[in-house]
């Protein structure tokens, strides 16, 4: 029944309807809790698709943030003391959904927090010069941007281009960090 519940809250998130969705991610995510316990990894799968659904919903952002923290909770939890690459890499993800819902709320200073925490979990497993930790870079420095805080963006730019030279793809020709803030910063 919890699995079923839990597909058509799916059905219903992919047709962007959110608000008939809440009710069977809620029913799917009570009976998980019943049956696992509030830890298990399918109790969380539950948490967090409940909490995308509440990021749609008007005033369903709090609610959302309470649950990505519970989230991460239980994943520091689960993990504690894991290098495990998928354990840590999980931690990440739950780091970065807090982030994604702080920033949404306004509070872009636990969201920065939040946001580096992400980026030193994924560079401990993926490498700092991976391509995904690369783009997690570029969201900070975005980040950092709209908040004026043009200095801290710069730094994020002047990471990234601290390649170094044999890293296995062809790059581009090298840009500044102002060609980095003239592209992505246009007033």
Request: with cysteine.
């Amino acid at each position: 029944v919890a699995g079923a519940l839990n597909t058509l809250g799916g059905v219903y998130t992919a047709q962007k309807m959110y608000d008939t969705a809440e009710p069977f991610f809620r029913g799917s995510l009570e009976i998980h809790e019943k049956v696992f316990g509030t830890e298990h990894a399918q109790t969380l799968r539950c948490k967090r698709n409940l909490s995308s659904v509440l990021r749609h919903r008007a005033g369903g952002l709090k609610e959302a943030l309470n649950l990505a923290l519970v989230i991460l909770q239980s994943t520091e939890d689960a993990h504690e003391d894991s290098k495990a690459p998928d354990d840590v890499l999980e931690l990440a993800q739950a780091q970065e959904e807090v982030a994604e819902l702080y920033e949404a709320l306004g509070d872009f200073q636990n969201s920065i927090e939040a946001r580096q925490r992400a980026i030193d979990m994924f560079s401990e497993v993926l490498g700092r010069h991976h391509h995904l930790v690369t783009v997690r870079y570029n969201q900070l420095a975005v980040l950092y941007s709209k908040l004026n805080r043009h200095n801290e963006a710069v730094q994020c730019v002047r990471d990234r281009l601290d390649l170094p030279a044999n890293h296995g793809c062809i790059l581009p020709p090298p840009m500044t960090p102002d060609d980095f803030l003239d592209m992505y910063f246009i007033e």
